[in-house]
């Protein structure tokens, strides 16, 4: 790791722990250099798992796509950055396996997103259920509505 002071990529580890019911590792550094401490995490990226998509292909999981989704659907509502990774580390944590389809995936981002912001999860719902027509979008909001 760069020392974020002096620059020099020469650090120990002086601890480090899980946090975040351990979707993250953190780190706490020494910079060899100039003594400068300072503090890294590491998030479990599970990239070795396969995302099977509608069609059959197959990817490997990117945890930034999530990322991406999750706050474009909560783009101005009021969910903080705090929410976002936790709702982020329990997608992540909730994938089993080494392989996972996509729609999968989405089911996972939906029930968090239903669970902290109605107009977000709607949002994402519309996307990548692709509602099909009226009716479909009504059942949803009425589930809502049933909360
Ligand atoms: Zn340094």
Do not use: W
């Amino acid at each position: 790791m760069k020392c974020p002071k002096c620059g020099i990529d020469d650090d120990k580890v002086l601890d480090s722990r899980a946090v975040r019911e351990g979707a993250a590792i953190r780190r706490r550094r020494e910079c060899s250099a100039c003594m400068h401490r300072f503090t890294t995490y590491e998030e479990i990226d599970r990239d070795e798992v396969q995302v099977v998509k509608h069609n059959g292909s197959r990817e490997p999981f990117d945890r930034q796509k999530i990322d991406k989704a999750i706050r474009q659907a909560c783009g101005k509502r009021s969910v903080s950055d705090e929410q976002i990774r936790s709702m982020i580390d329990r997608v992540v944590a909730g994938i089993e396996g080494d392989e996972v389809e996509s729609a999968a995936i989405a089911e996972l981002v939906m029930k968090e997103l239903h669970a902290v912001d109605d107009v977000a999860y709607i949002r994402f719902a519309s996307v990548y259920r692709k509602f099909t027509d009226v009716a479909q979008f009504l059942s949803a909001i009425t589930e809502i509505a049933r909360k």
